[in-house]
């Protein structure tokens, strides 16, 4: 069974800077694709970036572009997200998940970790 644990999350002032983890676990995840969401509370539910664990091509949501970073550690199984330049339209909750490279829809979540970003 994929599990999947986030940490780093907390309080920062705008402009600042935080770096998430997601430690994975359960399998191989050379076929996987990784990704960070987030959700502000009223609001949908938001991709910010993506990660093909294999190859390592990325994706960004266009709010973050130019100041978050996905990146991997083959080694320890976990998958960062830098966050640079926080805004407050930042803060949300972040997920991390994970999904096999052949299916649409991420199936595998973590528990999610509050980023709160203040003015």
């Known amino acids: 069974q994929v599990q999947l644990v986030e940490s780093g999350g907390g309080l920062v002032q705008a402009g600042g800077s935080l770096r998430l983890s997601c430690a994975a676990s359960g399998r191989t995840f050379s076929s996987y694709i990784f990704a960070w969401f987030r959700q502000a509370p009223g609001k949908e539910r938001e991709s910010v970036a993506a990660?093909?664990?294999?190859?390592?091509?990325?994706t960004y949501g266009d709010a973050v572009k130019g100041r978050f970073t996905i990146s991997r550690d083959n080694a320890s199984n976990t998958v960062y997200l830098q966050m640079n330049s926080l805004k407050p339209e930042d803060t949300a909750v972040y997920y991390c998940?994970?999904?096999?490279?052949?299916?649409?829809?991420?199936?595998?979540w973590g528990q999610g970790t509050q980023v709160t970003v203040s003015s």
């Open positions: 990660m093909s664990w294999s190859i390592g091509s990325t």
């Open positions: 998940a994970a999904r096999w490279k052949f299916v649409q829809s991420y199936n595998y």
